[in-house]
C-alpha cells in the first residue's frame, strides 16, 4: 500500500519510528516531512499529507503532532478527507470500517512507540465494510461538506 506520512516538530521521532515500521510492513512511504525537529506548523503538514490523499499519490495518510488534535482539526478542513486522532485499536480499525478514514492522526506526546505501531497495523488491516448504512451516513457527511463549500 502506499502510505503518505507526515509531523510537525513535535511528531518527529515518532513520524520516523512510524514509517520504517510501514516500510518493514512492504509499503511504499511519502514521507512530506517535517524533515528535522525545528519549530514548524501541524496545518503545514496536514494539508500535505491530506493533498497527497487527494491527489492519488498515497491510499491512506499518518498524520502526527503532539497532542493529534490540531493536526486532525486541520486535516479535515480539506474536502474529502476523513482524519480522526485514534489512541485505541478499535477506533483505528473501526474508523476505516464504518468511516472510510483515510487519514490516521497519531499524538506523539500522548501515546508511545508500541501503542503506535499496533494503530498503524489495525488501520491498515482495516477496510471500508460498503454497508448501506455506512454509505448513508458517508452521504450525509459529503452533504455536510458541500454545505461548508457555500
Known sequence: ???????????????N???DVLRGLGNAVLDVGAFNENPSDYPDFAEAVGR???DGRAERGVLICGSGVGASVAANKLLGIRAAVCHD???AHQGV???????????????????????????????FTNEERHKRRLAKIAVLEQKRVL
Open 1 to 15: 500500500m502506499k502510505i503518505v506520512i507526515g509531523s510537525d516538530h513535535a511528531g518527529f521521532a515518532l513520524k
Open 17 to 19: 519510528a512510524m514509517g
Open 52 to 54: 497527497a490523499v487527494l
Open 89 to 91: 485499536t478499535y477506533s
Open 97 to 127: 470500517e464504518h468511516d472510510d478514514m483515510n487519514v490516521l492522526v497519531l499524538g506523539s506526546r500522548i501515546i508511545g512507540v508500541k501503542l503506535a505501531e499496533d494503530l498503524v497495523k489495525a488501520f491498515l488491516g482495516a477496510q
